[in-house]
């Protein structure tokens, strides 16, 4: 019998805590009273059991279920589904760690990870730095020349935005080629080995289709967004169609009430991502240092055979923050800034700026 | 230019929700600051507009929010994406409702609905009937017997728990041909016409494999996690490949911080939910009775074209509420009652029991 150890925070009292902790165990394995499971076997080996409780603050407790790998399987849609599927509907539920102690389930992993990136992008040591393509509604035309520009101020990596999918406005079978050629003309120019990373989108014809365009016009990484796309089809793509790296976008998962670092760091790298985004503190969004750090360190823990990945802290940075991001997070950072760049009375400027900034962090901290 | 309008709920001080609102609209939009939108056509036809700030409580507005359909295109998942895919990440919003002046965007919508459904099931009349096979862990021979039991007792339909993917121990391969014969030789000896919803779900490709396998064996339904498996994946199934109703259910929903009525009501419904399961008021979740009204009402209201979706309250149900529920919902309503009908002394005599108690209350109504 194999088990994951899920750490669940429950606003429950004192008296009612470990009926609510063994109810939400049934919840999220047999799904019925225990009354109704009458099979030994699946009574033993099958239905949650509550391992431990403690308390979590005024009127709130943690409690450790353990809920059964084999109802996992090798699907990372069911693996959300048994840590969080019915219990996302029960709101004094949240998800906040799983441990391994019979090992993880079967998911890729990063199949780049922070060297094969660094070796894709031509990036050895140091910050990587990454813009983004924007605003969505922009022409072909334009976001090609944006491109350009961003390649020939020296970014490492440059991406769609996230809604950027596949508008009317700039057509992901015209914008990505057209796209890449100005980043490939950019890099024989520059010398520079900058990559675009598109933002894949859809279902998984439309993603089979943007992928075969990807193929063709000779990109370098692609974006999604796991939570949008199904985590099952990352997956399937992870394993058997991508032989780029992949970034992560945190799209839809804020609200799930599963950890941050559960979820941007140790399931979506178990699922494949070599980059994830996350909103950094201090800037649009309201994730803490802490849950920050946390996510970061969830990305490069030990995790059974899986190479580390790299955080991408992003969400309205600014190329003032560079120092306190390469020393809070070390070099093994993607450093992300788009707004606020494409906003400066001289954009062209401001890139260069940002991306010498980082390189001179780089040499002090080298 | 065609626009929706999305109703944002925001804790925000007076003072700030102007500003806070604008930021949202950039956000869901062009997620950049306004200064970076150079381009007058994406400024006005793209960035989204504050339509109007109301007050929502203490320290609470509702902000509507014009975001461009353009930027959704004819794809559900860049629909949510528009939506809430980085505001989920602001803890201080949420989504209430949508509206769609300019026409919905292009969702194939239920392609059964009620009347479909009725007709399928031959169920012209008063409630539908609904049962779950469980536990997961369970042999495929023991969920076969427990299909023909259920069958034999005269339900109109049997799901798989949505905890019933494709485990070891009843492999989607072996279980859903043996159920579904189970099935079958019920109806063949009662001359009913009982249908089974298997469990769709993993990767794309695993979802075709098990499509085939639905198709051999003659299943008359589905059941699948919209958003688990991702909302453009079932679009696209619903669109290109199902020729059987959908039965959708809520997983990882809960925590999105979008209204129910609006994802699991018209949301669902746009991507094709012939059937939504909700957690009815009362069992094991904590929806209200208003929540669950609502989501009844999107899923029959005016709607463009598309026929109206039938609920699926559920989650703890008994049979001893079959008449409120009745009373409650009316007579285009499908009763999921799993568990408890498994865990009486004598589930056939309880199965038996709940039929019988819906049609003597269709009758009542009738």
Known sequence: MKWMHVTYRIAASADDIDARAEALAREQSVECPAAAVRDVRVR???????????????????????????????????????????????????????????????????????AGVRERLGV?????????????????????????????????????????????????????????????????????????APNLSGGPRAVQGQLAICRS???????????????????????????????????????LRIDPALLFGTLFRLIGADMVI?????GRFSYDVASCQQIAAALSMPLGKHAPALPVPAGGMTPERVGEMCASYGEDVVLLVGGALLAAQDPARAMRGFVEAVAAEGVKHG
């Open 44 to 114: 033993e080996a099958v239905m949650g059991k509550v391992i431990a409780i403690g308390p979590d603050g005024p009127d709130h407790f943690r409690a450790c279920i353990a809920l059964a790998l084999e109802t996992v399987g090798d699907d990372a849609g069911q693996l959300l589904n048994m840590l969080f599927g019915n219990a996302s509907l029960q709101p004094d539920v949240s998800v906040l760690d799983v441990a391994w102690p019979d090992g993880l389930p079967d998911l890729p992993g990063p199949r780049f990870g922070v």
């Open 124 to 196: 050895p040591r140091g910050a990587i730095t990454c813009t983004a393509l924007k605003p969505v509604g922009s022409s072909v035309a334009a976001l090609a020349a944006l491109a350009g520009q961003q390649a020939r101020a020296g970014f490492h990596l440059i991406k769609d935005d996230h809604g950027l999918a596949d508008p009317v406005s700039a057509p992901f079978a015209e914008r990505v080629p057209a796209i890449q050629a100005a980043v490939d003309a950019a890099n024989r120019d520059t010398g520079g080995r900058c990559v675009y």
């Open 217 to 255: 016009a000779g990109v370098g990484a692609v974006m999604l967004c796991p939570l949008v796309l199904g985590v099952s089809q990352v997956v399937e793509l992870v394993r058997d169609e991508l032989d780029v790296p992949v970034l992560a976008h945190p799209a839809l998962g804020g609200g």
């Open 278 to 282: 996350f909103p950094n503190h201090g």
